[in-house]
């Protein structure tokens, strides 16, 4: 690549490269900066954000490097809430990133054009922009990204083996810091590490002195990670993950042992890597290192990815770990664009138009990144999953105690409980972490006025192997049984034991655990549970792969909560056909309004409120029309079949509309008949 190797060159070339990323990656910064979410985002960022302001640990591998910079920006910024301070620090990340792959392009290549097109492209690319701009992890794996690889471009460029050792410790020292963060980068490392060993080796600058050294400083690199033991031994936090005291502790941890270390979430089945593998298709070495770590990245993710993409959420997540390779891509792309650009120019020599072009094209593809992303990556007005936590803490009584289970309820309450001060008085214990050894010892104390009778939650009581001293749910409960109760949401499939003296009965999207002798009252419970929430987000409104779509899903289906269970009541228990009969109308009551208060509303209602008419109807009580209540059930079936044509049971339903359409013929032929008569 002839025009980079003039390109790279020169105090006065690295001035001008490093003047011209910083005025990008400000640029950047500001258009980030413009879409912050104002308040806590879904996903990781509540753990994250909690573990930092709590100076805990956060899930594994504990991302030390990241909790202490977002603890720093929460304590010295004064502006906004700690979520929109650490949303605010990972998009500086994020425009960090983008100014070290301009660096990157332009040192090799020469062109201002081709480190546009790729900072710019990958910066406001959806995916990059989304995550960049959120309280995770990803922005500033992406800064190690663009580090390594500049430094990679200024180690091929070096010109003594002084600048060549200065600039190997330095990267190795890097390298061993960018694991602090996200594991991931592992995977680059491996092909850097031996490609800069290879050229230190071919110049005989490779001495065992230097190796040491080199090993010393990647050593350097991590010593993040001495803050999760320390944090560990002081257990002042009131949320924290593991119990990193110990050598054996530390390791589970940092090799993330207990959701598998090689893959990216807890027992998950994945997808194959033909679903999962997108195939990502220059003169110098460091293009073809470049290469290699793209294809490295690409291999081995789409071999060890554990979660089933063709689910919206899970592809979410999943596709999070996409921007590693994407970097790479990008900075790819810009170097072919300078490559065109300088094949054109030998060509037609001394032609402007050329020149003309390459800029053109690099501004015109970033504009129209930034043009179609960014109505989707604003997220100034994005309250949706604050006001969900905040709308289930309000929802509670005085000094309930919930139980957690998922990522959506135990981050977001955890994050609004501890990071914000709301509702003090509630005590939120996490079902899953529960079953850990760690959790009890090293969390309890965090718990006043939560009695466990034990250190573990399993399902068989009694003392394990290990000498653990274990209980079940119904235990606790009884333990507890001064305190009022909540699953949010669901309870663990493993322990059934709370079934013995308890029922679970709806609460919004969580459910209280009642005493099973205590009386359910139907209409008072429909009156308790109406307006438990103050939600005024619109039925599908978010992107089905978004955490604001999961939470705005479980606040709209918890309207219809308390209907359900009280129509499940009447097909299921025990009692007089006429307490059978109330039943079944309240639950028909209330469905009908609900649903007409809602015109746009989840696709399941129709078939909920259909049913309902059915049940209704079949009791032939004088008090409501049968006509009205098969041409409602006919209507809703009829809706619930357009809308969900993936459900098995559809032709089904329609075999069972033609039924009731004849039904309902008869029905109005008999009224027609019968008025004749009348007159």
Not at 143 to 153: N, Q
Request: proline share 4%; aromatic share 12%; charged share 15%.
């Amino acid at each position: 690549m002839g025009a980079g190797a003039g390109a790279g060159t020169g105090t006065g070339t690295g001035i001008r490269a490093g003047g011209a990323s910083g005025a990008l990656g400000a640029a950047v910064a500001a258009l980030y900066a413009a879409t912050l979410p104002p308040a806590l985002p879904g996903g990781d960022a509540g753990e994250l954000i909690t573990a930092a302001y709590e100076l805990g640990v956060a899930h594994p591998p504990g991302y030390p490097l990241f909790t202490l910079l977002a603890k720093l920006v929460t304590g010295l910024l004064p502006v906004g809430s700690p979520a929109y301070r650490v949303n605010l620090l990972c998009g500086l990340l994020g425009a960090a990133a983008a100014s070290l792959l301009f660096y990157t392009v332009f040192r090799l290549s020469g062109s201002y054009a081709g480190g546009i097109l790729a900072a710019g492209v990958f910066s406001f690319s959806r995916l990059t922009w989304q995550w960049s701009i959120a309280a995770e992890v990803f922005s500033l794996n992406n800064l190690f990204v663009g580090l390594l690889m500049a430094l990679t471009v200024h180690f091929e460029e070096a010109s003594t083996a002084k600048e060549r050792s200065k600039i190997s410790k330095l990267g190795a020292f890097c390298c061993g810091l960018s694991v602090c963060n996200q594991h991931t980068i592992v995977l680059y490392i491996a092909c850097i590490v031996p490609w800069v060993l290879s050229q230190l080796f071919r110049k005989m600058e490779l001495s065992l002195g230097h190796l040491l050294k080199l090993g010393l400083c990647f050593l350097a690199g991590l010593l993040p990670y001495l803050y999760l033991p320390a944090s560990s031994y002081l257990n002042q936090a009131r949320w924290t993950w593991g119990d990193q005291t110990t050598f054996q502790g530390f390791l589970t941890h940092f090799l993330r042992e207990e959701y598998g270390t090689f893959n990216l979430a807890k027992s998950e089945t994945g997808s194959s890597m033909r679903e999962m593998l997108v195939t990502k298709r220059q003169k110098s070495s460091t293009v073809w290192l470049f290469t290699a770590m793209l294809c490295l990245y690409s291999l081995f993710f789409a071999w060890r990815a554990n979660l089933d993409v063709t689910k919206p959420l899970f592809l979410g997540v999943v596709e999070r770990f996409w921007l590693q390779s994407s970097a790479v891509v990008a900075v790819l792309a810009g170097l072919g664009l300078a490559v065109l650009a300088s094949v054109g120019s030998a060509v037609l020599k001394g032609s402007w138009v050329l020149s003309w072009l390459e800029w053109l094209s690099a501004l015109a593809l970033v504009a129209s990144q930034v043009w179609t992303n960014y109505s989707a990556c604003d997220q100034s007005n994005n309250y949706v999953v604050d006001k969900f936590a905040r709308n289930l803490l309000s929802s509670m009584p005085k000094g309930a105690v919930i139980l957690l289970r998922g990522d959506l309820p135990g981050n977001a309450l955890r994050y609004v409980h501890y990071c914000e001060g709301m509702r003090p008085d509630i005590t939120l214990v996490d079902q899953e972490m529960m079953t850990y050894e760690w959790y009890l010892p090293k969390l309890a104390k965090h718990l006043p006025g939560v009695y466990f009778p034990g250190n573990r939650w399993n399902p068989v009581e009694g003392v394990l192997p290990d000498g653990t001293l274990a209980f079940n749910l119904h235990h606790f409960l009884q333990v507890n049984k001064n305190k009022e109760a909540f699953a949010c949401i669901g309870l663990h499939e493993g322990d059934s034991t709370w079934r013995r003296s308890y029922s679970l009965w709806p609460w919004g999207t969580c459910e209280k655990l009642v005493p099973s002798h205590v009386t359910f009252d139907p209409e008072e419970w429909i009156h308790l549970t109406r307006n438990l929430y103050n939600w005024t987000e619109d039925y599908g409104s978010f992107q089905p792969t978004s955490w604001e779509a999961v939470a705005n899903e479980e606040m709209w289906q918890a309207r219809m909560k308390t209907a359900f269970f009280i129509f499940e009541l009447a097909e299921t228990a025990h009692v007089t056909a006429e307490v059978k009969s109330q039943l079944y109308t309240f639950a028909y009551t209330s469905y009908k309004e609900i649903v007409n208060s809602h015109p746009n509303h989840p696709v399941n209602w129709h078939k909920n409120y259909a049913i309902a008419c059915e049940r209704m109807l079949r009791l032939r009580r004088l008090d409501h029309d049968p006509e009205v209540l098969l041409s409602e059930t006919v209507r809703h079936f009829l809706l619930y079949t357009e809308k969900a044509e993936d459900d098995p049971q559809r032709q089904d339903i329609l075999q069972a509309v033609k039924h009731l359409k004849k039904e309902l013929q008869g029905l109005r032929k008999m009224k027609k008949d019968a008025r004749g008569r009348a007159g």
